[in-house]
């Protein structure tokens, strides 16, 4: 039977009360700006998948007079050029990029963590190899070479997925690799090893847990980023082919309207915006709430 001794913090001790804050922090200690930018992103997903019943119109058919204004006949938005409704549009455009900034992050983090656990749970020449290869990535412009990717492989949504994610995945493989070589330091990891733990078991068991927060507020944090890179690469024509409704493409593509009918380029423009914000905002409320529970 473990005795305690007066002064002595055990590793059982910091578990179990470091559980026991998890369990009761959140509900009533939260601060309203971490539930309002928690409630932002429950309710930008939630319009998302929403949007083919929110949307009052198909956003590909011309459905009154173009050039109409905001508010006029009923088009809460107005009209495009061809009589298209803008906030069909840019509702389906919210819903393509909200939802590739988070696929572009869920990959990147997958094949970046998994790198970077391999990297730094092994060490040696692997580690070494791993860390040049993304060093390599990491050292070309990253806009750059998401333009010359999507060139490659030609205009269209999944290429645009493809070229961004390849750009994006160092970031996170570099994050992860220098958390699990600071836990593989740690005296449980070291007890672990000379306990005989399977190398695998010890990378997910005890390095990935540890490595796992600091990498999930980074990849929040580039949500906002992303949706912001992926809109300047549609506003290049570098996304789907029109009439695809696409933020950054319907800016581009009526920015000769601007002076006049000004609305039809601002309001995808203004949907980028509150897109970017919002997954700002979230990210920023992920790192306090794990700050606050370090």
Same mark, same amino acid.
């Given at each position: 039977?473990?005795?305690? $001794?007066?002064?002595?913090?055990?590793?059982?001790?910091?578990?179990?009360?470091?559980?026991?804050? +998890?369990?009761?922090?959140?509900?009533? #200690? @939260?601060? =309203?700006?971490?539930?309002?930018?928690?409630?932002?992103?429950? !309710?930008?997903?939630?319009?998302?998948?929403?949007?083919?019943?929110?949307?009052?119109?198909?956003?590909? +058919?011309?459905?009154?007079?173009?050039?109409?204004?905001?508010?006029?006949?009923?088009?809460?938005?107005? #009209?495009?050029?061809?009589?298209?409704?803008?906030?069909?549009? $840019? =509702?389906?455009?919210?819903?393509?990029?909200?939802?590739?900034?988070? $696929? !572009?992050?869920?990959?990147?983090?997958? %094949?970046?963590? @998994? %790198?970077?656990? %391999?990297?730094?749970?092994?060490?040696?020449?692997?580690?070494?190899? @791993?860390?040049?290869? #993304?060093?390599? /990535?990491?050292?070309?412009?990253?806009?750059? @070479?998401?333009?010359?990717? $999507?060139?490659?492989?030609?205009?269209? /949504? !999944?290429?645009?997925?493809?070229?961004?994610?390849?750009?994006?995945?160092? /970031? *996170?493989?570099?994050?992860?690799?220098?958390?699990?070589?600071?836990?593989?330091?740690?005296?449980?990891?070291?007890?672990?090893?000379?306990?005989?733990?399977?190398?695998?078991? &010890?990378? %997910?068991?005890?390095?990935?847990?540890?490595?796992?927060?600091?990498?999930? !507020?980074?990849?929040? +944090?580039?949500?906002? #980023?992303?949706? &912001?890179? &992926?809109?300047?690469?549609?506003?290049?024509?570098?996304?789907?082919?029109?009439?695809?409704?696409? +933020?950054?493409?319907?800016?581009?593509?009526?920015?000769? *309207? /601007?002076?006049?009918?000004?609305?039809?380029?601002?309001?995808?423009?203004?949907?980028?915006?509150?897109?970017?914000?919002?997954?700002?905002?979230?990210?920023?409320?992920?790192?306090? =709430?794990?700050?606050?529970?370090?």
């Amino acid at each position: 039977m473990a005795m305690a $001794v007066p002064g002595v913090t055990t590793v059982g001790s910091r578990r179990q009360r470091g559980s026991l804050r +998890l369990v009761r922090m959140p509900a009533a #200690t @939260l601060p =309203l700006v971490n539930w309002i930018g928690f409630a932002s992103i429950f !309710v930008v997903t939630a319009v998302a998948l929403a949007v083919p019943v929110l949307a009052p119109h198909d956003p590909l +058919l011309p459905v009154s007079m173009p050039l109409q204004a905001p508010g006029s006949n009923g088009f809460l938005l107005g #009209t495009d050029s061809i009589g298209r409704d803008i906030l069909s549009r $840019v =509702l389906y455009g919210a819903r393509s990029s909200w939802f590739a900034a988070l $696929v !572009v992050v869920a990959v990147g983090l997958l %094949i970046g963590g @998994l %790198i970077g656990l %391999i990297a730094g749970a092994t060490g040696g020449w692997l580690d070494t190899v @791993l860390m040049r290869i #993304t060093d390599a /990535f990491l050292s070309l412009p990253a806009p750059v @070479l998401a333009i010359a990717v $999507v060139a490659a492989l030609g205009p269209g /949504f !999944v290429h645009t997925l493809i070229a961004v994610s390849i750009v994006w995945w160092p /970031f *996170y493989a570099r994050l992860v690799r220098g958390e699990v070589a600071r836990l593989a330091a740690r005296p449980h990891v070291e007890a672990a090893k000379l306990a005989g733990v399977n190398p695998i078991r &010890l990378a %997910i068991r005890h390095l990935l847990p540890g490595a796992l927060p600091n990498s999930l !507020v980074a990849a929040s +944090l580039d949500i906002g #980023t992303l949706i &912001l890179t &992926l809109a300047a690469l549609s506003f290049l024509g570098l996304g789907q082919a029109a009439p695809a409704p696409e +933020l950054g493409a319907d800016s581009a593509r009526n920015l000769s *309207y /601007f002076l006049q009918q000004w609305w039809i380029p601002v309001m995808p423009g203004l949907a980028v915006l509150v897109l970017a914000l919002v997954g700002n905002i979230a990210g920023d409320c992920l790192r306090n =709430l794990m700050r606050d529970r370090a």
